[in-house]
């Protein structure tokens, strides 16, 4: 659903409840983030969120993992870390029990390499398989991070290349090599813990997960909510192998042409940007990493943490003051 038409049914919708329901609720329904926080007490909050998706790889075990990763990305987007998580299945009977039981696999051994615990879940007959989580995990109230903060002169870093969207699209019209879904995967299955609590003691002023409004979309989010405007270095973004040889074949998903039919308004590319890149920027992804605003003095000693804990790290941008559309300008 395009955001202009979740923030109408989301509206309605909060306003349903009286105001003392959320005295403890730090993040709801709106305005809307990547997951609900309610406090608990003065130094815990829970992060609540659940997300499931169709498959984007062929193996079950595999998909598995990759969907478990992308929701428990949300609690790491919130600057929290795991501690439970429920399935939610939709699982045809002719996928037979061998199959499902490598999709279950997947997912629990990504909520365990997430310091989490799996309690159950529910599963309904579905022609299409989808599987993902509700997740989760604790912050303390204080440090809960959201697409909202980002300031005039933050850096804006990312953590995982871009282009798993283009590549898994690829694969299903046997359009790219097997090394670059490959790494496509591996970027998929890996988890953002260790990159949320890098960010968190960078003392990051926003943050948010790239997922299925893709770079751009995610990047409007928190220029709108944040009043700001964003500034993105095309030749510094980080892309999969594969990725731009696809986008040159024009093997992008449909999500691409909606994302940039929601987005374009709110975007402004600087003469000579390819039009390839420009739609790679729209292109949905899965299980991407973190984009956050991080304090212009804290960047250097963040990448040295990155580099120092072997995981990558990326300055694409700036935050720059605001003042109406566009929120987001791609240079160089």
Known sequence: MAPDALAQVLRPLAEMFPAERYA???????????????????DRALIATVDFITPVVDDPYQFGAVAAANALSDVYAMGGQVVLALNVCCFSECLGVETIGEILRGGAEKVAEAGGVLVGGHTIADEEPKYGLVALGFVHPARVLTKGGARPGDVLILTKRLGVGIITTAAKADQVRPEHIAAAVDSMQRLNRGASQQVQAAGAHACTDVTGFALLGHACEIAEKSGVRLQFDARRIPWLAGAQESAEQWLFPAGTARNRTAYAGQVRFAAGI?????????????????IAAIPPDRVDGLVAAFRAAGEDVWVVGEVQSGGGLPWIEVGP
């Open 274 to 290: 390819a039009e390839e890149t420009q739609q790679l920027l729209f292109t949905p992804e899965t299980s991407g990493g973190l």
């Open 24 to 42: 403890d609720l730090l993040v709801g329904l709106w305005p809307s983030d990547d997951a609900a926080v309610y406090r608990l007490g003065e």
